[in-house]
């Protein structure tokens, strides 16, 4: 009788209800590491996007001479953000009478998950990368372009004329940009000779001096300081935050947002400033290869750090300049990008263009 | 699989998935008390009148349309970047006669005064 039990009905369970049990072998196993390896990012971009608020507020603070947070746990205020999000989530949600319901939900969401996406090309090291695309770094400036149909659709949707009009304004400056950021980057491109992050970073390895910033002389120089003005001025960070000057448009197209939905810009801005950064390192400051080439550290532990730390240093950078120069006016900033950045950047292009078919 | 869009595809989902729950437990947990001064857009303390809808400028659809030139001209221009390294003179000078056309494009609408913010009376 109990053998019969074990034979047949135990077998029956092993056979038919198992893998509904184990609800996920339906999905293939590399399905399962990829939501893995997606819930790792999210984390760290939760980390990183509260790191930086954090960052940002005591670089500002001691620009200007006082301390930041402080008190909130203890050392430095370490655990503001984290106390920031908490405060955000539990806000009430507050969407306009007249405003566009299904378009004002759906703005934050795009914000997000546009930026999201863009990690999935950057190189932790040779091997740890999400997926090495071989057109990385054109799926990522495609991607930022996709951020202004958020920002466009949030100030629309708001039902507040000034939301639209910082909407509006922060759309023309974005598109603007894109122009000096998409020829900077096809002047690293041009010296790297593929859109593989991964392979653009190999390219510069063994030491500082391959990197591709002084390869072309100061016509690389001038092109990796295009392409960081053009990601100051891509993720809306001062002096070209016209669209969320406080000062003026009150937050402009974020400004009915309130609760989880704000901070959702807030992290889409903070993910979008490490993303251009990372772009920047990638491109011109060597990626994932270090300053000079250690061989007894393996490539698993060199690789991370030295992106990381070149990927912060910059954002740190993109923070220091936010708290010290002055906004420009929007009209500075269109002269700007069409009758100096573009005309600089079409020549730095035809010249790094011939420099790179010479020299081979 | 699918040479690493598959990936992307699952990232995109998971992003709106991490949105959606997230604004889903907040829900959960935060107060709902509308009242109709809470609803009324913004206008730094004053009532607001008309509906948000207002015309704007059609100067940032002229930003767009030079925006749409010059960014197709950027896609042109990536495959050449990927192939230039390694190809002889005439790859170059293909490409330099490109960017120069488009060059007097810039060089013409920035004469006809659609790169100014605000309208002078037309030059040419």
């Known amino acids: 009788m109990v053998q019969w039990l074990a034979e047949n009905v135990f077998q029956y369970i092993a056979f038919m209800i198992l893998p509904f049990l184990e609800s996920w072998t339906w999905m293939p196993w590399y399905t399962i590491a990829l939501l893995h390896v997606a819930g790792v990012i999210l984390g760290v971009i939760s980390v990183l996007a509260m790191f930086l608020i954090w960052l940002e507020r005591k670089v500002s603070a001691h620009i200007q001479d006082r301390l930041g947070p402080m008190r909130v746990g203890g050392w430095h205020g370490w655990a503001q953000s984290i106390a920031d999000g908490i405060k955000l989530l539990l806000k009430e949600d507050i969407i306009p009478a007249m405003a566009d319901r299904p378009v004002f939900i759906v703005a934050p969401f795009i914000a997000f998950a546009v930026a999201f996406m863009s990690f999935i090309v950057l190189p932790f090291s040779q091997h740890i990368i999400v997926a090495d695309l071989n057109i990385g770094v054109l799926y990522v400036y495609g991607l930022s372009t996709i951020t202004v149909i958020a920002i466009i659709i949030a100030g629309w949707a708001s039902n507040n004329k000034w939301s639209l009009l910082g909407a509006v304004r922060s759309a023309a400056q974005l598109v603007s940009y894109e122009i000096p950021v998409g020829l900077s980057i096809l002047a690293g491109i041009v010296m790297a000779g593929s859109l593989s992050t991964v392979e653009i970073s190999m390219q510069q390895s063994g030491g500082v001096w391959n990197w591709f910033i002084w390869r072309c002389g100061p016509f690389s120089v001038i092109a990796a300081i295009l392409l960081y003005i053009g990601a100051l001025a891509e993720t809306n960070r001062t002096p070209f935050d016209l669209a969320e000057a406080e000062s003026e448009l009150v937050s402009g197209y974020h400004t009915e947002y309130s609760g989880f939905r704000f901070s959702l810009f807030f992290l889409a801005e903070y993910t979008n400033m490490f993303i251009a950064s990372a772009l920047v390192v990638i491109l011109f400051l060597g990626g994932f290869t270090g300053l000079v080439p250690i061989s007894f550290v393996p490539d698993v532990l060199a690789g991370p750090f030295w992106f990381l730390l070149k990927t912060l240093l910059l954002v740190f950078v993109m923070m220091w300049i936010r708290w010290t120069l002055p906004r420009l006016r929007v009209d500075q900033l269109m002269t700007t990008c069409w009758k100096y950045l573009i005309p600089i950047a079409l020549v730095n292009l035809g010249i790094i263009g011939l420099w790179t078919s010479i020299s081979g | ?124």
């Open chain 2, 1 to 124: 699989m699918f040479d690493g869009y598959y990936n992307a595809f699952w990232f995109l989902l998971i992003g709106l998935a991490f949105v959606a729950m997230n604004l889903f437990i907040s829900s959960l947990i935060r107060p709902s008390d509308p009242n109709p001064v809470k609803l009324t857009p913004y206008e730094c303390g004053e009532e607001s009148e008309g509906t948000g809808f207002v015309r704007f400028n059609p100067r940032f659809y002229v930003i767009a349309l030079v925006f749409l030139i010059f960014d197709i001209e950027t896609v042109f221009i990536f495959p050449w970047a990927v192939v230039l390294k390694g190809a002889g003179a005439h790859v170059l000078i293909h490409m330099m006669i490109f960017l120069s056309i488009l060059a007097v494009g810039l060089v013409y609408s920035w004469g006809k005064g659609d790169l100014d913010w605000i309208k002078q009376p037309t030059q040419w």
